[in-house]
């Protein structure tokens, strides 16, 4: 009888393990697509608040807001490809990001492209945050 409970404890202890590990990949991966949906959304400001404090002390709100309005790049979506953690707060999100630029005014055309960015996400006091590698896809 009190194998059958150890069993049924240690069954019950590695289901709760497995759901919070799932439970915190998913805080990341939410992060992530937040983070793309509100730059669709043009909300720059909510999408700003997504970068790491260390990015954030280097860049302005008000400079990120102007970059990014003066982007000759439109996006459409956004979709996680694949993820590495290398330690439990350092993670790897491999993304596909469709997107449509502008070509210049001579131009006046529209390209749509598909593309794939790896981005860095850090964990600090339990919230994910992107470290930009640099300024791709203003």
Known sequence: M????????????????????????????????????????????????????????????????????QSKVKWISANIKNKTCSQKNVCKIGMIIEYEYQFAAAFSKKMKISTKLEENWIMKDNVWYLVPNEHKLK
Request: hydrophobic share 45%; with cysteine; proline share 1%.
């Open 2 to 69: 009190n194998k059958i409970k150890l069993t049924i404890l240690l069954m019950a202890t590695a289901f709760f393990l497995t759901a919070c590990q799932d439970k915190e990949a998913g805080k990341l991966d939410n992060r992530a697509l937040a983070f793309w949906d509100l730059k669709i959304k043009g909300d720059y400001k909510s999408a700003y608040e997504l970068l790491s404090p260390g990015w954030r002390s280097n860049e302005s709100l008000g400079s990120f807001q102007s970059r990014m309005a």
